[in-house]
């Protein structure tokens, strides 16, 4: 029987690709639930290069529709991903009707990454042992390894120490080396594939080429890019989900917008999101109910004379004291978001830094005095535009609130677009980041 666990082990390692660090201690059989688990939770025989699985789990996620994928090929099988290389190149497999389909292979090149199909038998194979094979059969453990870049292929060399499982005597040792090329042969995923709603063949990067024109996807590079991608991810994601839509769709006309009183909702933590409306007080604002529950708020700005179409100070005052402190103790601070719908346009904060700030009522009351100081001069200057409300925000959010990590957005539901709004060098000049 012993023989037989051996040369089963063999035959695994001579299909292995991409291994070369510790063994996890993971030994159950793999279910439904652990291959396709909404959360990553590594499931493979070795230490992979977790952030570059989790960032390309991001992209993936925040361009497909997981529905048509679903139907069209099957589960991208996350736990299961293998990678090469330093945030380089990854394999992971899409599951079937129980098998694997084909192994979705993503390179990065650069700032960018590119997701194509391999139908590649040994690949489909490995990926059919690794993820339904009981893990009793499957230990070992590396001792050394390293990749190395050649003419778009990486030379693998692996050394491999096979133990018994219960008295840890050496049964065999395997020196070898592979050349996996990072370039498959078969097809970039369809544009359909990564942008359901997009005009395919445009060629404008990954919002419409993305998989199928092959212009790849941008992928995060230093701290500030990456919060930059994790906010419009967040941003695309919600613009996407239906009952934010509708909310929205809600508020986005003429008639809320001439009301006398402001309308709004708020966003709570449960099993779905529920939107609650928020309460007008005695001076015409509105307010987060009660609770600990409420991550995020949408609200209009009226059609009145002098109204700012942008946020106000207590708007931004209730959003870090309310919506992000809350998600920090109910969720991720990633979850806070405060929007306002105005005629002139859509707008959103969200909160990307450490959450170590603090304001108080005194700040409020600082801040107030400096924005109606300012948007005062606008209106009886007669230069009360929207693209100078928006640059006035933006020099306030820097030169007054400067609370590292609070970005500003301007959002079209309707096209699920978005772009970062920010006071250029000169503090003369508003510079606009349009989201991939």
Not at 13 to 24: A, N, Y
Not at 131 to 139: A, I, Q, T
Not at 293 to 317: Q, R, T
């Amino acid at each position: 029987m012993m023989k037989k666990t051996i040369l089963w082990q063999l035959l695994l390692i001579i299909i292995m690709t991409s291994f070369f660090s510790c063994v996890h201690d993971e030994t159950s059989s793999a279910s439904e639930v652990s291959i396709l688990s909404k959360e990553y939770i590594s499931k493979s025989l070795w230490k992979e290069d977790e952030k570059y699985i989790k960032n390309v789990k991001k992209i993936f996620e925040t361009y497909s529709d997981p529905n048509y994928v679903k139907i069209k090929h099957g589960e991208v099988a996350w736990n299961y991903a293998t990678t090469v290389g330093n945030e380089s190149f990854l394999e992971v497999p899409v599951i079937n009707d129980g098998k694997v389909n084909f192994t979705l292979v993503v390179k990065r090149e650069g700032d960018r990454i590119f997701f194509k199909i391999d139908p590649n038998e040994n690949s489909k194979k490995f990926f059919n042992l690794l993820v339904f094979k009981d893990r009793k059969d499957l230990s070992g453990t590396l001792k050394s390894g390293n990749a190395q870049s050649r003419n778009d292929c990486l030379i693998v060399e692996k050394t491999v120490t096979w133990t018994d499982t219960v008295t840890g005597e050496v049964l065999q040792v395997d020196h070898f080396t592979e050349t996996r090329c990072t370039s498959p042969s078969g097809p970039y995923l369809e544009c359909m594939d990564m942008s359901p709603d997009a005009t395919c063949g445009s060629g404008s990067g990954g919002d419409s080429g993305g998989g199928g024109g092959g212009d790849g996807y941008s992928y995060p590079g230093n701290n500030q890019n990456q919060q930059f991608f994790d906010n419009c991810g967040a941003l695309k994601r919600q613009a996407t989900n239906i009952d934010f839509r509708e909310k929205v769709t809600e508020l986005d006309k003429p008639s809320i917008f001439n009301k006398t009183q402001e309308t709004g909702y708020a966003a709570a933590y449960g099993p779905k999101t529920n939107y609650e409306s928020l309460a007008n007080t005695s001076n015409d604002n509105l307010k987060l109910p009660p609770g600990n529950k409420y991550f995020g708020y949408m609200h209009v700005h009226l059609n009145k004379e002098g109204v700012v179409k942008i946020f106000s100070p207590a708007d931004i005052f209730t959003f870090l004291t309310g919506c992000v402190r809350n998600a920090q103790e109910k969720g991720t601070m990633e979850d806070a978001y405060a929007m306002v719908v105005t005629s002139e346009g859509s707008y959103m904060l969200k909160y990307s830094g450490d959450g170590n700030y603090g304001v108080g009522p005194h700040t409020l009351l600082s801040w107030q005095s400096w924005y109606d100081r300012e948007y005062t001069d606008l209106f009886e200057n007669g230069t009360m535009n929207q693209p100078n409300v928006e640059k006035l925000f933006a020099k306030f959010l820097k030169e007054k609130v400067k609370i590292e990590g609070l970005e500003l957005f301007k959002t079209n539901t309707i096209t699920t677009s978005a772009e970062k709004l920010i006071l250029g060098s000169d503090n003369n000049s508003l510079e606009s980041i349009k989201c991939p």
